[in-house]
């Protein structure tokens, strides 16, 4: 049985995590999960200094 751990706290990671194991086997899924990291991609790459959150 595969497992998986994120740390608490971490639910943005742990949806993201689950949008790739669905994203397995459904393709409108993997589509929107790859557009969201090619704009996370091109916006880090406009304004590369750190920011807090």
């Given at each position: 049985v595969p497992v998986a751990?994120?740390?608490i706290g971490g639910a943005e990671n742990a949806a993201i995590l689950a949008a790739e194991i669905i994203a397995v086997s459904d393709s409108q899924v993997r589509d929107k999960l790859r557009?969201?990291?090619k704009n996370l991609t091109d916006t880090v790459l406009r304004n590369p200094e750190a920011k807090d959150n």
């Open positions: 751990t994120v740390a557009s969201w990291r």
